[in-house]
């Protein structure tokens, strides 16, 4: 085993140990989770003889000096953020990648053309605070203006400001917009990242290239609304009983997917909490409102605006035919995003100077690669095979796979120098 595997599974190990939070593994978004991960990965950078910088909210650049220093580095890099009781891998692969290539260059005393900048993302993760990709669109100076004091974490309920002050950073610059990292430093960005679907665990390749990254729309407070009734005394005539209007929406939502038909076939509807309200809910009463999230995914852009036109219609069936209103809320969206297409055939090439073969494959999640692609940088992404998904305890990436992931960086950016 060579010093970088080695150095890899130390720090998989000291971050499961150091995170555990049973059943799972807890980083949240600006808690001491992430920034156990990213003082970790500060502190083997450093061995390794990497330079570590950290922007105003806290995204950590550890840059192995290239031999020209001015010129756009190559960027890989990954969130270390988790979802609550998620799972090891998901993030901290792609740190731990870029580290673990870092450490092949300084052993095999390889000295790449421009610098490579290893990025520790903050936050990548939803459900802490509901926005996509926190720092990576922070780091560009995109961030929603009025995220820093209106977006308040979901443990918590304190405000995105209030938690970057608090772990040490500053958020006036994200809230004026200003350039952490600017577009032109960046040469390319290669995110390594675990599967979070079966397609690579049924075939016999260890990783993929990511084509596309799914785009999608979510709704994270929508609510049916009826009447609460009780239970015995109110006659079926005057109901207007909130679950069954759910119950309606949720099966309207399944024929509205079955009908897609072909281009239907990619699509992912999912609603993925439900909830009667504890204060108000009771065995002997007819609910009154039903409190859900719904989350829509797609790689076809024009798909996702029809099925949100539908998704509409449907709302107002269920108030005509029940009573119930379905307030959707606040819609959350993202657009569907192509990767560089050179640059996944580069990494192709790569890969097979190693014998290997990846499948090209779009993500159904999305990733901080997303937000590189849209600032118009070359952006590629490979998948590492991984059994059980992701966001959840049992993920189950191989040992073996990921360091196969990691020769692929390497042999990537070595033909990289050997081309300049
Ligand atoms: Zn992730």
Redo the contacts with the bound molecule.
């Keep these: 085993m060579t010093s970088g595997q080695k150095r890899a599974r130390q720090m998989f190990s000291s971050l499961a140990e150091a995170t555990a939070d049973p059943p799972g593994i807890t980083r949240a978004a600006y808690g001491p989770g992430e920034q156990l991960a990213h003082n970790l990965a500060a502190r083997h950078a450093t061995e390794l003889g990497c330079e570590i910088s950290c922007d105003a909210i806290g995204n950590l650049y550890m840059t192995l000096p290239g031999e020209d220093r001015g010129a756009p580095a190559f960027f890989v890099g990954?969130?270390m953020d988790t979802v609550p009781h998620g799972g090891n891998f998901?993030?901290a692969a792609?740190v731990i990648a870029g580290l673990s290539l870092a450490a092949t260059l300084v052993e095999n005393n390889t000295v790449l053309p421009r610098d490579l900048v290893i990025m520790a993302i903050r936050a990548?993760?939803a459900t802490w605070f509901p926005l996509s990709y926190l720092g990576s669109y922070a780091a560009f100076g995109k961030l929603p203006a009025t995220a820093i004091d209106e977006t308040v974490r979901s443990d918590t309920g304190r405000t995105l400001g209030w938690h970057m002050r608090e772990a040490g950073f500053d958020p006036e610059p994200a809230r004026q917009g200003k350039v952490l990292l600017p577009v032109r430093r960046v040469h390319s960005f290669v995110e390594v990242?675990?599967e979070?679907g079966p397609a690579l665990i049924g075939g016999d390749q260890p990783i993929g290239l990511v084509t596309a990254l799914n785009g999608g729309f979510r709704y994270t407070t929508a609510r049916c609304i009826g009447r609460y009734a009780h239970s015995g005394a109110t006659s079926r005539q005057y109901r207007q009983d909130a679950v069954l209007g759910f119950s309606d929406f949720v099966h309207g939502l399944e024929k509205e997917w079955d009908s897609l038909g072909e281009p239907g076939r990619d699509v992912t509807l999912t609603i993925g909490q439900v909830a009667t309200d504890p204060t108000h809910h009771s065995g002997s009463k007819v609910a009154g409102e039903v409190g859900f999230c719904l989350d829509v995914r797609g790689p076809c852009q024009d798909a996702l605006n029809g099925i949100r036109k539908r998704i509409s219609a449907l709302c107002d069936t269920v108030a005509r035919t029940r009573g119930v209103d379905c307030v959707l809320g606040p819609e959350f969206t993202w657009p569907v995003t192509q990767l560089d297409e050179e640059l996944r055939h580069q990494l192709n090439d790569a890969a097979s100077t190693l014998n290997l073969s990846p499948p090209s494959m779009p993500s159904g999640?999305g990733?901080?690669a997303a937000v590189f692609a849209e600032m118009g940088i070359p952006t590629g992404m490979i998948f590492i095979r991984n059994a059980n998904g992701?966001h959840n305890p049992d993920e189950d990436m191989d040992i073996n796979d990921f360091d196969q992931a990691v020769s692929l960086l390497v042999a990537h950016y070595s033909l990289q120098a050997s081309r300049s």
Excluded: C, F, V
């Design positions: 990954s969130h998901d993030g792609g990548e993760e990242h675990i979070q999640a990733h901080d992701s």
